[in-house]
């Protein structure tokens, strides 16, 4: 557990310079362009899905159907196992 939290820690370290600086927006998940980096980012883990949660919008790392408002591609990928979730609003 000590170890996955330093983990985390090092990675959320200027998290926005670090994986996001350069990322990409994908608003139209059904075009045939948008889903064929949908399905490369998810394999990369450099895939995050901003969710609504009750009002509240979340950025959140993985692929989420339910609540989506939109994919978000990373510069970086998420290390594998960890479940990150940004409060963004």
Known sequence: MAKQ???IKRW????WDKHFEEAERLDDWDS???KA???A?????????????DG???LTNGYHYV???????????CP??????????
């Open 37 to 39: 980096k949908l399905e």
């Open 67 to 77: 609540n989506r408002m939109y994919y978000v591609i990373s510069v970086r990928p």
């Open 32 to 34: 045939p362009e948008d």
């Open 5 to 7: 939290a330093h983990e």
């Open 41 to 53: 980012a998810k394999a990369a883990d450099t895939l995050w899905t901003a969710v609504d949660c």
């Open 12 to 15: 959320t370290e200027n998290l």
């Open 80 to 89: 594998a196992g960890l479940d990150i979730n940004i409060h963004l609003c």
């Open 56 to 58: 509240e919008l979340y």
